[in-house]
């Protein structure tokens, strides 16, 4: 929660004056678009909480693959709030995706299965992060929206940490330089460019894309962090990124 609280607040503080200058040239946002991306940032940091936490308990690969399940739950928050029909292949990548995060989970014990099961409800937050900021992008420009549901994120796991007494300070300067390379790599740069595409692309297409994520961090992951995957956890990971790729075709008619 640290780290990715720092994330937040150095992308915020970053981005402040740019933000600043975009509302001096354009209207205020309205109260209404404020709440949306002030929704949006506070499920951000309910992802960013749980996902962490997961990789600290269980390392990086697991959580991360079960947190890009994230196109499943847009579907069916797709289906429950907006009311718009699914067909049936999303119905069966769902199915395969979650036999596939059942393979994953099944053979994990202890602090590696809490963790993974921490990466699964973090792919929840992060569907609801790309439902809200679908509609959040119809009212807001991409620096505007991304800059409240940063501030918002960044309060958010403030509010956290403090709760749950987790120390702000006292680390050593190779974690300051990371949490800045998480603000500025991460956060600005990359979380900045899912913002605009959501913008311009429906969330059903925006959040499968992503799926690179958890196959590049299980290669780096090797060497790295020393981790490895055992053979049900390969195929339960293929499962779900399959699963995943069939829930994006099978979207919204």
């Known amino acids: 929660m640290i780290s990715s609280f720092y994330r937040m607040l150095i992308a915020t503080l970053l981005l402040a ?65 907006f009311r718009r029909p699914l067909r049936i292949g999303f119905w069966i990548g769902t199915l395969l995706a979650l036999v596939g995060a059942g393979l994953v989970l099944g053979i994990e014990t202890g602090d590696k299965a809490t963790g993974s099961a921490l990466g699964l409800l973090a792919g929840v937050f992060y569907g609801g992060y790309f439902l809200v900021t679908q509609r959040g992008r119809d009212l807001l420009d991409s620096l505007t929206y991304f800059w409240l549901a940063s501030a918002s994120s960044a309060l958010v796991l403030l509010v956290l940490a403090v709760g749950f007494r987790l120390p702000l300070t006292g680390y050593p300067a190779t974690s300051y330089l990371t949490f800045l390379a998480m603000g500025i790599v991460t956060q600005v740069f990359g979380y900045l460019a899912v913002s605009y595409a959501l913008g311009r692309f429906p969330a059903s297409i925006v959040a499968p894309t992503l799926l690179g994520q958890p196959l590049i961090t299980a290669v780096l992951a090797v060497p790295l962090l020393g981790e490895t995957l055992a053979p049900v956890q390969i195929l339960g990971g293929a499962a779900v990124l399959a699963g995943v790729l069939i829930v994006h075709r099978g979207q919204s008619i």
Do not use: E
Not at 32 to 47: M, Y
Not at 63 to 80: Q, R
């Open 17 to 81: 004056v740019p933000f600043y200058r975009r509302i001096q040239t354009t209207h205020p946002p309205a109260p209404r678009a404020i709440w949306i991306a002030f929704l949006g940032g506070t499920l951000f940091a309910a992802d960013l909480a749980t996902w962490a936490t997961g990789v600290t308990l269980s390392g990086a690969t697991a959580p991360t693959l079960l947190a890009n399940t994230a196109p499943v739950w847009v579907g069916l928050g797709t289906l429950l709030i």
